[in-house]
C-alpha cells in the first residue's frame, strides 16, 4: 500500500520539481532512469514485505511455511509487480494528489479484491475468478498456498509468474509514459 502510493507521489514530486528533466541530461538513456526509479520502489516494497513477514513471525507465531524457495520466489515477484505499479501511476499521473488519492483507491481495490481483508474463499466464485485479473489474488493464491496449506515451491510458480508478467507490463508502460520535460 505505501509502496503503491507514495512510490508515485515522490514520481510526481520529482517530474513538478524538475528533477526527472534534470536527470534527462545525463548520458544516460531514458530507460535506465526508470529502471533507477523502479529499482527505489523495489526496495521500499521489498523491505516492507520482509519486515511484515519478519514482524508476523516473531511477534505473532506467524509460520511461513516448509518452503524457503518459494516465499523467496513471490518475495521477488509481488513486490516487482507491486514496484512496477507505482512507477507507471507516477508516470502516467500529473500532481501528487492525484497520486495520492488514485494510490489509495487502487491499494484498498486490490487488497479487498485480492483476499487481504477476508479469505477470497468467501467471496462468489464469478467474483474470485474476476479479481484475478489484478496482482493481488495471485499472491495471497501463493502465499496461501505455502504458508495456510504447507505446499511447497511447484505452488507459487504460476503465481510468481503472473506477477513477473504484471511487473513486466507495467514497467513497459511506464518507461514508455514517463515524460522528462
Do not use: N
Amino acid at each position: 500500500m505505501m509502496t503503491l502510493i507514495y512510490g508515485a507521489v515522490f514520481l510526481t514530486l520529482e517530474k513538478r520539481q524538475g528533477m526527472i528533466r534534470r536527470q534527462a541530461t545525463l548520458p544516460l538513456a531514458r530507460g535506465t532512469v526508470f529502471l533507477g526509479k523502479l529499482a527505489g520502489r523495489l526496495l521500499i516494497a521489498g523491505v516492507q514485505a520482509v519486515l511484515l513477514l519478519a514482524a508476523g513471525r516473531f511477534l505473532f507465531g506467524l509460520s511461513w511455511g516448509s518452503s524457503p524457495g518459494g516465499l523467496a520466489l513471490l518475495l521477488g515477484a509481488y513486490p516487482l509487480a507491486v514496484a512496477a505499479i507505482s512507477t507507471f501511476l507516477g508516470a502516467i499521473l500529473s500532481t501528487p494528489e492525484q497520486a495520492s488519492a488514485v494510490g489509495w483507491i487502487s491499494s484498498m481495490l486490490l487488497a479487498a479484491l485480492g483476499g487481504c481483508w477476508w479469505p477470497s474463499e468467501v467471496m462468489p466464485r464469478w467474483l474470485w475468478r474476476a479479481a484475478h485479473v489484478l496482482p493481488t489474488p495471485w499472491a495471497m493464491d501463493g502465499f496461501h498456498a505455502l504458508i495456510s496449506f504447507g505446499r511447497g515451491i511447484d505452488a507459487v510458480v504460476l503465481p510468481a509468474a503472473v506477477l513477473l508478467g504484471f511487473a513486466a507490463v507495467f514497467a513497459v508502460l511506464g518507461s514508455r509514459f514517463l515524460r522528462t520535460g
